[in-house]
């Protein structure tokens, strides 16, 4: 027991040291803490907005393809008609020009 004792006391003074060291971690790590959260937070706030921006961005480029869809069906729409046109004057030309030749 004796022994046991002598070497309690020899490391009484590392256990100290040690204590201390852990005591001035835990304050080092809790001041510094808060100002983690706060670069946390501007980064978790700037990647939100831009998240919603990339949002509104998919949205709008959704809502301009289909406009653009929209448009191209009416041009087909509208060339059908003019090359049923077209078709129909050259005839008419041509039915034309077939009387007016001798």
Do not use: C, W
Not at 4 to 24: C, D, G, I, T, W
Not at 41 to 47: D, T, V
Request: without cysteine.
């Amino acid at each position: 027991m004796a022994a046991s004792n002598e070497l309690h006391e020899v490391l009484k003074p590392f256990y100290q040291r040690a204590s201390e060291a852990e005591y001035r971690l835990a304050s080092l790590e809790a001041a510094l803490a808060p100002k983690k959260d706060a670069g946390n937070e501007e980064l978790l706030k700037m990647i939100s907005e831009l998240q919603s921006e990339l949002e509104a961005v998919k949205a709008e480029h959704v809502s301009e393809k289909k406009k653009a869809s929209e448009e191209v069906k009416k041009l087909h729409a509208e060339n059908a008609k003019l090359q049923y046109r077209i078709t129909h004057l050259v005839r008419s030309l041509k039915e034309a020009d077939s009387k007016l030749a001798p």
